[in-house]
């Protein structure tokens, strides 16, 4: 079975300064790779996604994330945060079925 | 904006009555899968429907069903509600191309079960 440990619950971080968002996953086969963006009072946006190919992955927003297979992790980075910014992110994985797995969320906050 | 709606936004109730909510997919989106997300909590998966029937199914208790229309509509029903049923609901839209499976959320409605 799969599963997504999202490794903080909130992350506090001035503007402009870099984040680091953690996401560890664990399955026994191949996975396809996910990080979602929920503003308040909204469904979730895609930011980016991991197929297959260059583990540096780069999305939206100025989001990118790195794959890496043998610590099973998804980390999603910014250098440079917004106010704007201020959203809870989920991390998922898809083995390709019909089952999407979703962390927990993580709640960034970017302060002025 | 993921062409993906969901009605109605918001949704109270009371403990053991039956409540429809409705999501209409993006054309010629023919799966759509729907999610709970209790308050502080990521997405649960609760089933898939493809070409109107059922695909699969979370850990959920049949109280909770679907339905998918041709014109890309579909409902989740859910009956007997309970105060725990209280959540975001989602609903997403895939085209399955049997490689990228980028699913399009709708906004979610938000029931309350008092």
């Known amino acids: 079975a799969q599963s997504v440990t999202q490794l903080d619950s909130q992350v506090p971080v001035f503007e402009e300064a870099p984040v680091e968002l953690r996401c560890n996953y664990s399955?026994?086969?191949?996975?396809?790779l996910f990080w979602y963006v929920q503003y308040p009072n909204q469904g979730l946006q895609l930011l980016l996604k991991?197929?297959?190919?260059?583990?540096l992955v780069k999305g939206i927003n100025g989001f990118e994330a790195e794959f890496n297979k043998s610590q099973t992790s998804f980390h999603l980075r910014k250098p440079s945060v917004h106010i704007s910014d201020t959203a809870e992110y989920f991390c998922?994985?898809?083995?390709?079925?019909?089952?999407?797995?979703f962390g927990a969320g993580t709640r960034l906050f970017v302060k002025a | 904006e993921t062409g993906v709606t969901q009605s109605p936004t918001h949704l109270i109730k009371t403990r053991g009555q039956q409540v429809t909510l409705r999501c209409s997919s993006q054309s010629g989106h023919n799966t759509v899968s729907w999610y709970q997300q209790a308050l502080g909590q990521g997405p649960q998966f609760i089933f898939q429907y493809y070409r109107e029937e059922e695909n699969g199914r979370g850990n959920f208790p049949p109280r909770f069903s679907g339905l998918q229309f041709p014109n890309y509509s579909s409902e989740l029903n859910v009956n007997a509600l309970e105060l725990d049923d209280s959540a975001l609901y989602l609903c997403?839209?895939?085209?399955?191309?049997?490689?990228?499976?980028?699913?399009?959320f709708g906004p979610g409605t938000r029931l309350t079960v008092l």
């Open positions: 998922a994985v898809d083995t390709g079925g019909f089952k999407t797995i």
């Open positions: 991991y197929l297959s190919g260059s583990t």
């Open positions: 997403a839209s895939t085209y399955p191309t049997g490689v990228d499976n980028e699913q399009f």
């Open positions: 399955s026994s086969v191949s996975v396809y």
